[in-house]
């Protein structure tokens, strides 16, 4: 991936005050990640496997 397209803005969030935030693509994958593993552990309902 090139510099230049890093640079580039590949999500936004929108404050209650409805200023709008560009985010990297770092950001917007921490975001998604964070939002599958919570998906994840709700749907487990906090289940765990024991080793």
Known sequence: MSKQ???QPAGF???PNG???LL?????W???VRAIN???????GG???VH
């Open 38 to 44: 919570a998906a994840v552990a709700r749907g487990l």
């Open 24 to 28: 990297s693509e770092r950001e917007t």
């Open 5 to 7: 397209k890093s640079d």
């Open 47 to 49: 289940r765990r496997t």
């Open 13 to 15: 969030r929108v404050h």
């Open 19 to 21: 200023e709008i935030e």
């Open 30 to 32: 921490d975001i998604v």
